[in-house]
């Protein structure tokens, strides 16, 4: 049986219309023949840790399915709602969300606790996937670089003491992306506020104008296919 995810990040919700209108479109992309059997959204829901925007976000994922939610950088854990380890258990498919937000920064960590918890997670699943905002891979963008899980052994240590994992799905970065870690798929979905520009000397960084995007992850069984999917 396949099992499809639909992997967005970056909407950086400021509770005006723009960007809800923006992560609608991303979420709209498939038609309801393809509708996923999820909705993973992988950090910087809002963009200042607003509470409205958290209710902004609340109210555009109403009806939308089984969804779940990691905290990025820009985002308030205190006011995202979500544990450091959470958990969508799709029937042969577990997401595992983790927190590897650090207070204050841009670059993530996975601090030994989650890690821990996210092991008890995993246990019984035949396939897991580990969603989390900052990847673990280097895109050699000067800018993004510096900005990413600054302690990736931890995360491979994770991976093999699960042993069960068949990706690890990120943000953050404002643009697809896919590698390899660990010997497990990396993917990157697209930004949905705006699009990360090719040269990290130019400024500004990023695009608005540019669609928003989203990643489509068919799982089958361990297998992992990605297509990556913009708004008109």
């Known amino acids: 049986m396949s099992l499809t995810v639909l992997h967005l990040s970056d909407p950086h919700l400021d509770g005006g219309p723009e960007r809800a209108a923006r992560l609608r479109a991303a ?33 555009v ?22 544990p450091p380890v959470a958990v969508l258990d799709l029937g042969g498919l577990r997401i595992i969300g983790l927190d590897v937000t650090v207070r204050g920064e841009d670059h993530g960590e996975l601090r030994p606790e989650t890690a ?3 092991a008890a997670a995993a246990a019984g699943a035949a396939v897991t996937v580990l969603a989390f905002h900052q990847p673990p891979i280097t895109l050699g963008h000067g800018y993004i670089d510096p900005m990413g899980l600054r302690n990736p052994d931890a995360l491979a240590g994770l991976i093999e003491r699960i ?19 660990a010997g497990v798929p990396v993917r990157l ?13 130019r400024r500004p ?23 990556f999917h913009y708004a008109r």
């Open 205 to 227: 960084l990023t695009d608005s104008g540019l669609p928003p995007g989203a990643a489509l992850h068919r799982f089958d069984g361990a297998a992992v296919t990605t297509t």
């Open 189 to 201: 979905a697209p930004g949905i506020v705006s699009a990360l520009g090719t040269d990290p000397d």
């Open 61 to 82: 994922m109403d009806g939308r399915g089984p969804w779940l939610a990691v905290p990025g950088n820009h985002d308030d854990p205190a006011r995202f709602g979500t």
């Open 27 to 59: 979420l709209d992309l498939l038609p309801d023949s393809r509708r996923p059997d999820a909705v993973l959204v992988t950090g910087d829901v809002a963009d200042t840790g607003d509470p409205l925007a958290y209710d902004q976000f609340r109210e």
């Open 116 to 118: 821990a918890e996210a």
């Open 163 to 181: 042993g069960t994992v068949a990706a690890v799905l990120c943000g953050h970065a404002h643009t697809a992306g896919a590698g390899t870690f």
